[in-house]
């Protein structure tokens, strides 16, 4: 079992930064590939990056290629998004999720643990 708990969501105006945090409880958590999902008001919960159980691989959505990082920490069992150069259209409540696989993966499917979310509004 791994459980997720993410933090760090607020109002940002745009062209801001926030980092987002994602603790992971679970023994299982160092050998998990993590994912970031988003999902804006009345729309479906899409992918937004992805790195392994290293941190040695990530891959993003083209939405945010070059505007955010994931990374991970495995000796704190945390994963973070660091979001840059934010837009109105990043609005929306951010999850975290842990695959069971150690590779990466853009589909929801492939992650078996989610976090409860966190909530990041960008200002025009």
């Known amino acids: 079992q791994v459980q997720l708990v993410e933090s760090g969501g607020g109002l940002v105006q745009a062209g801001g930064s926030l980092r987002l945090s994602c603790a992971a409880s679970?023994?299982?958590?160092?050998?998990?590939?993590m994912g970031w999902f988003r999902q804006p008001p009345g729309k479906e919960r899409d992918f937004v990056a992805t790195i392994n159980w290293s941190g040695g691989i990530t891959y993003y959505a083209d939405s945010v290629k070059g505007r955010f990082i994931i990374s991970r920490d495995n000796a704190k069992n945390t994963v973070y998004l660091q979001m840059n150069s934010l837009k109105p259209e990043d609005t929306a409540v951010y999850y975290c999720?842990?695959?069971?696989?150690?590779?990466?993966?853009?589909?929801?499917?492939?992650?078996?643990?989610w976090g409860q979310g966190t909530q990041v509004t960008v200002s025009s």
């Open positions: 679970g023994r299982t958590f160092s050998s998990s590939a």
């Open positions: 999720a842990a695959a069971r696989a150690g590779y990466g993966s853009t589909l929801r499917i492939q992650y078996d643990y």
